[in-house]
């Protein structure tokens, strides 16, 4: 599935979910490039990075904010906290073996799921 046309329908299917529900590159396009383009898992993270830094929201962030549905200084608080967390994760991912970096992952998504599910 290593073609244009695969890889401009992931982005399609990761772009639509991230503007309807804020989701995209760890829930989305991660797995898609494992198991659909036969990534290894540091590959697949550092790809999603990569595609998701400039358009990651700034058409649907546009939107959000038309909308008056975005609180800017929290949002720069986070950006801050995302450059010094990134810098931090990225490098101790590169030292963990790839399979423990996929079962950290999937055991995020697993707990994330059962919160989002059991809440009310």
Partial sequence: MKSFL???GLGLIAGVLSGLVGIGGGVIIVPA???FFGMDQKTAQGTSLAVLLPPTGLLAFLEYYRAGH??????AAIVVGLLLGGLFGGGFAQQLPHEALRKVFAV???LTAIK???EK
């Fill in 6 to 8: 695969g890889s401009l």
């Fill in 70 to 75: 975005v609180d800017i200084r929290v949002g």
């Fill in 33 to 35: 490039l494992v198991y």
């Fill in 108 to 110: 995020l998504l697993l």
């Fill in 116 to 118: 989002m599910w059991t």
